[in-house]
């Protein structure tokens, strides 16, 4: 004999707990369960494609999942369940209140839940769509979503974390969004042509063919977001610049949306002399990965020296991602703590 926990709504929609003695071989619901609607359980962004969500959800709260007609059953440790229960009635009482929510929001609200945050989750919500000319973007996760709204809020935002957890990509959504609201008048993006390990001289074609594959993954982005003849147009008539870090020097750029991408490869003084380029009514955002620094002595790179000396000033936002925030294949995620794991016992070793 053992137990498990089971949820269920009642009439009034509420979610409801019990636990339940079960034989080995009989693992059958109570014959009087309810199973009556509730708002999202039956939401594909609920359960999302082929129920990927649901299995997101099961990994991070550590329990097992399972929706019974309109019953949503957890099975797992007690304290784990308490955890899962208390959860979901937050995110029944967002719906209540009368928030549309998406796949997205159900792994902010966790995220927010297991920082403990101070105040009620309603107070994050909704988070808002970035509605461009291709699709819309939302913040996938609670540091996305601070990133978004520090770039709103400040005009030097540093996005700091590993591969994949959308610095770049949401910094373009955030550029275009100012663009299409006319807060600027042109995008500026540029990057360090630093070789990761290949040698610049070696690529065939002029200079601008041998920096552009430096480039390629800010085009990426552009190119996603808003349609290709329209881009193209932007790019034509100079309102969408794309260029090396070089040729940022000596350059006062006013109602401008700047964004440095790959930053941790720029040296001290590159990152100064990017940073003393902005004018009146712009905005700069400066992403970095600092776990994968190609110069040749990482510890100078200039976006470290930036973290240590402009920690303090209170009109720069430093938003940092983590493995949780990586949006590409979910092997990512396990990949990035790989090697977080490898580096920190590397560090301990003498």
Known sequence: MHTRSVEKLDKGG???????????????????MEKITHPYIRKSVFSGVL????????????????????????????KKVEFAKFYF????ELEERGYSLKEEDFHI?????????????????PSQ????????????????????QAIRNFDLVFGIGPAGTGKTYLAMAM??????EKTVNRIILTRPAVEAGEKLGYLPGDMYQKINPYLRPLYDALFDL????QANRLIERGIIEIAPLAFMRGRTLNDSFIILDEAQNTT????????????FGSKVVVTADITQIDLPQPKKSGVLAAIRILAEIPEIAFVYFNEKDVVRHPLVQRIIKAYDKADRKAAKEP
């Open 268 to 279: 001290r003084e590159q990152m100064k002399m990017l940073l003393t380029r902005s004018g």
């Open 175 to 180: 550029a275009l969004t100012f663009l299409q």
């Open 51 to 78: 129920d990927r969500n649901i299995r997101k959800l099961e990994g991070r709260l550590g329990v097992i999942l399972s929706i019974r007609g309109d019953s949503l059953l957890i099975d797992g440790e007690p």
């Open 226 to 229: 808003t349609q290709t003849d």
């Open 129 to 148: 769509a970035l509605s461009l000319s291709r699709k819309s973007v939302n913040p996938k996760s609670l540091n996305q979503q601070e990133y978004i």
């Open 89 to 92: 009635e937050k995110m029944s």
């Open 109 to 125: 609200a966790l995220d927010l839940l297991e920082n403990g945050c101070p105040q009620p989750l309603e107070k994050y919500f």
């Open 14 to 32: 509420l979610l409801m707990f019990s636990i339940i003695k079960e034989c080995p071989k009989t693992l059958s619901l109570p014959l009087d």
